[in-house]
């Protein structure tokens, strides 16, 4: 019987000990990333109205809606997350964004000879963008190479953008910043893209 009671006091111990050492959740978001403390956030209605006035991101099929804010010393950061019904759809809707905004899109991966095909001409500036959006340009500072993160200048705010998925779920993610620093920018973004579920 004394044996069974150190079992369970052991077994209690170590699962009180890892989760006290686990990044602590707020529905998707972690309350850390890097040195950038999370201060809000929102699910739900609130989320999604939110979402409904930034340009791209309003077009993915709602299921769930998130939004959080982070601050620190250097500013605050804003992350919008959409999750779509499925994972296909949000994967379709994503590359479909992706293309308005006038990111890369299949057809430009296939380019054959080095020559555009006929579909994508036009597509030198972002489709249905005013001149206040720059052309969306990927990043290349992950090890890895998936999620592809997505940067656009929008009066000169920087804004940063991804699509996460797995087997049943997917979601697009939206960044923006008060800061001006662009390498800090760019470490946040990295941390949002491996903390942020």
């Known amino acids: 019987m004394k044996k069974k009671a150190y079992i369970i006091v052991i077994i209690a111990f170590a699962l009180m000990l890892y989760l006290l050492y686990q990044p602590a959740m707020k529905s998707i978001f972690t309350e850390k990333l890097g040195d950038m403390t999370l201060t809000r956030y929102d699910t739900g209605d609130v989320a999604a109205k939110q979402i409904s006035n930034i340009y791209g991101i309003n077009e993915i099929p709602l299921a769930k809606a998130y939004s959080a ?6 500013g605050t950061m804003r992350i ?11 994967n379709d809707a994503y590359n479909t964004m992706n293309s308005m905004l006038g990111g890369s899109s299949v057809m430009d991966d296939m380019d054959m000879q080095g020559e555009r095909s006929k579909s994508n001409e036009g597509h030198d500036k972002p489709g249905m963008m005013n001149d206040n959006f720059t052309k969306p340009e990927k990043l290349d500072f992950m ?11 929008e009066n000169n705010i920087m804004n940063y953008y991804y699509f996460k998925m797995n087997y049943n779920m997917g979601r697009v993610y939206w960044i923006i910043f008060d800061s001006t620093d662009m390498d800090y920018q760019v470490s946040m973004v990295k941390e949002a893209v491996i903390n942020i579920k």
């Open 69 to 74: 804010v982070y601050s620190s010393n250097h």
């Open 80 to 90: 919008w997350a959409v999750e779509a019904p499925d994972h296909n759809i949000a």
């Open 143 to 153: 090890e890895f190479t998936k999620p592809d993160v997505y940067m656009i200048r």
